[in-house]
């Protein structure tokens, strides 16, 4: 298995989805583990659907 580029950190307080490439974090601070957000980021990459994902999980957040 290829190795990820974007992976689910643990950090105080929730999660930080890490670049592996370009060594830095991508994105919000997120509670819950966007493992959705993942799959779309190591996947297909659908600009509507990773905006779609990021609300999602940013109003869980709230």
Do not use: F, S
């Amino acid at each position: 298995m290829a190795k990820r580029r974007y992976v689910a950190r643990g950090v105080p307080g929730g999660y930080r989805i890490w670049d592996n490439r370009g060594r830095h974090h991508w994105g919000d601070h997120y509670e819950l583990c966007p493992d959705d957000l993942l799959a779309e980021l190591n996947g297909a990459k659908r600009p509507e659907r990773l905006t779609e994902l990021q609300r999602r999980y940013r109003a869980a957040k709230r």
